[in-house]
């Protein structure tokens, strides 16, 4: 806090003699100082101002300093792939200006980023470069911060001699230069060595010589990091409250860290690369609770499980309850507005530079720049909207619901919750009634991993789907992992189910009744129960607050299907220009990234039976009074009509279209919209992630009734951060997607049903979706699971 005090003033003076490349040399150094104290969204600001201003004076040198910290801080949030694109940058620039102490840096940092992606090789060679240049230049810390790196490497191959050798070299060089915070992370890492090797006694001095040295140094993760590794030692040592009092301490510290991460990708991001903590104290708590098993570890493990699963999702719905832009500067908004309209700008000018007669590659790429570069800077601002609105700084951070708490409020006498909690070691589950909590050891993540893509495979291959003892037989052997042991509690309840890891793509409708599960036929779990997923328990608590004085909106149902994007689609002939069908047919149009992670084929097909998937529903709803719809077909599927408000005004809104949903990058997940207008000029017809963020709804439910919607990146803490997410901040009460691509003729079928069991029999959505299952399941052609097992309810269940 002094040295930013000091460089508050340093700015202050620097901005009124106009002495530019002194603030933002302070910049700079301010943000390195904010990222030390944990403040990554501070720091990111700041380095952010910084590089602007160094790229305006054309100061290369310290450009390339700026997007070297940053590339770090991505680094330290677990967003690799961010990290090397800013490492790359600032490498080309510090070896453009023959800066060797930069170079050699950023080496080691690239070599640091290719270790965590699993590529030693590379790893060691970047290493080995930067080595060399700190030799050269005689640069003792760049030296041991390489030494350190590359004993790591060893120490991961396990290779014990050569790592203590190389942390040792490193330890005496920090050691001769006073570097404090590298001894702490050297003394760290020979713990870690001992810890492997089980001579837990010399790890536990390690640990423990580092905590003390980390706290010296203010640097809270690399404390949080050794009470960790304390905490684990003393497990194996057997000193299970000892451990409890560390591992406790460690979350604490992340969680105080964790809060300061205004942006919602960078926070689910950096908790992903803690989840271990969270899996070490579920795992402690669950072994207290064998010894004790009346001093409730069970439910403080529960209640473990839901803070490590639940923050980032909570604290999105949260938000979308709150008008975020309330009480901000004008100024923020307006820069909002203006690089709003300029993204837009830069949309058009894409479509007709791939659209031109003679389209030029160099101009797209550069377009492709400069709207990457634009994208950065909106996503800053809305990150700055955040941190300065009163209103969200008003929202405390939002705490987990507790075990009373959730019986209260989201269980009745007829619904219990099943909790997942998959492990390395051992497994477990909660099952979690309106009076009582049980827990059950379950077998650890692999083996269920084994059984689950098994049994997914079992349903979607289409060599094997239709063969009913292979689908439940592998149906079967997954029931007996996760469900058997509480098979006695389920009777004929609602079951809320909290998945974990793989299970989050587990169709449990289809998994075998557990008592009935040596009898392999058609005993499916729907049968007895109605399901409902969510990704945490405290979800519902949330989506409840946010509707709970809302009124139903006056209109029954908008539907958006059938959109043409397909260059041989009749409804094209004549509109066409050759040009126009190339880049249709290439996909030319941005959708490369999001595509490279889906099974979806370019182009992609029409789906006809959607239209008349489309009919059906509102040949039902017609047959009713009362019932308003609105049905956007073919052109007017379009992103412009999902996104002009409009949809705000209908209780159920459906999509009937292709969905993509991008494992790698889940901001590039969304749905095709219509890629043509009706006088076939190619638009923006790809409703991303982000859009749907965005749009203002207040419906009771979303249906997806496309291809694979339900998957989405599956961040650890919070499940699948798929488009169910977007819809649900969007102001969903409850979202139906699919799980793998279903067959688009039996999608249509099961939607048609769906909606007459929900319309005209008033069925609450999640029993109206079993009731369709159900008869489905009763007629022969559809009668295989790959056909009504895909779909899964999100979200409330009243």
């Known amino acids: 806090t002094k040295a930013l005090e000091h460089y508050n003033r340093s700015l202050s003076?620097?901005?009124?003699?106009?002495?530019?490349?002194?603030?933002a040399g302070t910049l700079n150094n301010m943000a390195v100082v904010y990222l030390a104290l944990g403040e990554t969204q501070k720091a990111l600001e700041y380095f952010s101002q910084s590089l602007s201003l160094t790229k305006t004076l054309g100061d290369r040198s310290s450009e390339a300093v700026t997007l070297s910290n940053i590339g770090k801080l991505y680094s330290d949030l677990g967003e690799k792939q961010k990290a090397l694109e800013y490492y790359q940058q600032s490498l080309s620039l510090s070896q453009a200006v023959g800066d060797r102490s930069a170079q050699a840096n950023i080496l080691n940092s690239l070599g640091t980023v290719y270790s965590e992606l699993g590529d030693r090789d590379k790893a060691l060679e970047y290493y080995h470069q930067s080595l060399h240049l700190s030799r050269e230049m005689g640069d003792r810390r760049g030296g041991s911060l390489t030494f350190n790196n590359i004993g790591r490497i060893y120490?991961?191959?396990?290779?014990?001699?050569?790592?203590?050798?190389?942390?040792?070299?490193?330890?005496?060089l920090s050691r001769e230069i006073g570097d404090r915070s590298g001894e702490a992370t050297i003394l760290k890492n020979i713990g870690l060595v001992y810890l492997k090797s089980a001579e837990k006694q010399t790890a536990l001095d390690y640990f423990n010589q580092s905590a003390i040295v980390s706290r010296a140094v203010s640097n809270r993760g690399l404390e949080a990091v050794n009470l960790f590794g304390m905490a684990y030692v003393k497990r194996d040592l057997g000193n299970l409250d000892r451990a409890l009092k560390d591992i406790e301490a460690a979350i604490e510290i992340i969680e105080n860290l964790r809060t300061k991460i205004a942006s919602p990708e960078l926070r689910s991001s950096y908790f992903a690369t803690v989840q271990d903590y969270y899996k070490f104290y579920i795992d402690l708590l669950m072994q207290l609770h064998k010894t004790h098993p009346k001093s409730r570890y069970d439910r403080k493990a529960l209640e473990a499980s839901e803070r490590s699963r639940a923050r980032s999702l909570l604290e999105l719905l949260q938000e979308s309850n709150a008008n975020i832009r309330e009480g901000i500067s004008p100024d923020l908004l307006q820069q909002e507005e203006s690089l709003q309209q300029e993204l837009d700008a830069i949309e058009k000018?894409?479509?007709?530079?791939?659209?031109?007669?003679?389209?030029?590659?160099?101009?797209?790429?550069?377009?492709?720049?400069?709207?990457l570069a634009l994208l950065q800077q909106y996503q800053q601002i809305q990150t700055q909207i955040r941190s300065t609105s009163p209103r969200y700084a008003a929202l405390t951070q939002p705490k987990p619901l507790t075990l009373p708490e959730l019986q209260k409020q989201i269980l009745d006498n007829n619904t219990i919750l099943l909790q997942y909690s998959l492990g390395k070691e051992r497994s477990y589950l909660w099952v979690v009634t309106s009076t009582g909590i049980t827990s059950y050891e379950l077998p650890k993540q692999a083996d269920i991993e084994t059984a689950a893509r098994d049994f997914l495979d079992a349903i979607t291959n289409p060599v094997v789907r239709d063969f009913p003892k292979r689908v439940a037989e592998a149906s079967s052997n997954l029931s007996q992992l996760i469900l058997q042991p509480a098979a006695a509690q389920l009777g004929n309840k609602r079951l809320l189910i909290v998945p974990d890891g793989i299970l989050h793509y587990t169709p449990f409708a289809a998994l075998t009744i557990p008592q009935l599960a040596e009898q392999n036929t058609n005993n499916f779990l729907i049968l007895q129960h109605e399901i409902i997923t969510l990704p945490s328990a405290s979800t519902l608590g949330i989506?409840?607050?946010?509707?709970?004085?809302?009124?139903?909106?006056?209109?029954?149902?908008?539907?958006?299907?059938?959109?043409?994007?397909?260059?041989?689609?009749?409804?094209?002939?004549?509109?066409?220009?050759?040009?126009?069908?190339?880049?249709?047919?290439?996909n030319n149009l941005g959708l490369n990234l999001s595509l490279r992670t889906s099974d979806l084929a370019w182009p992609p097909k029409r789906l006809p039976f959607t239209r008349q998937e489309t009919q059906k529903i509102l040949e039902t709803l017609d047959k009713l009074p009362a019932i308003s719809s609105s049905n956007k077909l073919d052109f007017?599927?379009?992103?412009?009509?999902?996104?002009?408000?409009?949809?705000?005004?209908?209780?159920?809104?459906?999509?009937?279209?292709?969905?993509?949903?991008?494992?790698?990058?889940?901001?590039?997940s969304g749905i095709l919209m219509s890629m043509v207008d009706d006088k076939g000029n190619l638009v923006n017809g790809f409703l991303r992630l982000g859009d749907i963020f965005n749009l203002k709804l207040a419906a009771k439910l979303v249906v997806l009734s496309a291809c694979q919607t339900g998957l989405g990146q599956n961040i650890q803490g919070e499940g699948m951060v798929g488009l169910t997410r977007g819809f649900m901040y969007a102001g969903a009460q409850r979202v139906a997607v699919s799980l793998w691509n279903v067959d688009d003729e039996g999608t249509s079928v099961l939607m048609q049903k769906f909606y007459q069991k929900m319309v005209q029999e008033k069925l609450a959505p999640a029993a109206a979706l079993r009731a369709a299952q159900m008869e489905m399941m009763s007629q022969e052609k559809w009668n295989s699971p790959y056909y009504w097992a895909a779909f899964m309810l999100q979200g409330e269940w009243k």
């Open 349 to 371: 000018r894409r479509i007709e530079a791939v659209t031109s007669p003679n389209p030029s590659q160099t101009k797209i790429d550069e377009i492709d720049k400069q709207r």
């Open 13 to 23: 003076v620097s901005r009124e003699l106009g002495f530019r490349s002194q603030e």
């Open 155 to 172: 120490d991961d191959s396990g290779d014990k001699q050569k790592a203590l050798e190389y942390f040792n070299t490193a330890l005496g």
């Open 543 to 586: 989506l409840r607050q946010n509707y709970a004085d809302r009124k139903p909106p006056n209109q029954t149902l908008a539907i958006l299907a059938d959109p043409v994007f397909s260059p041989d689609d009749d409804r094209l002939k004549g509109k066409l220009t050759p040009e126009t069908t190339e880049k249709l047919q290439s």
């Open 636 to 668: 007017d599927a379009s992103r412009t009509n999902a996104t002009d408000g409009s949809l705000v005004n209908y209780q159920i809104v459906h999509f009937a279209t292709h969905g993509i949903a991008n494992s790698s990058n889940p901001e590039l």
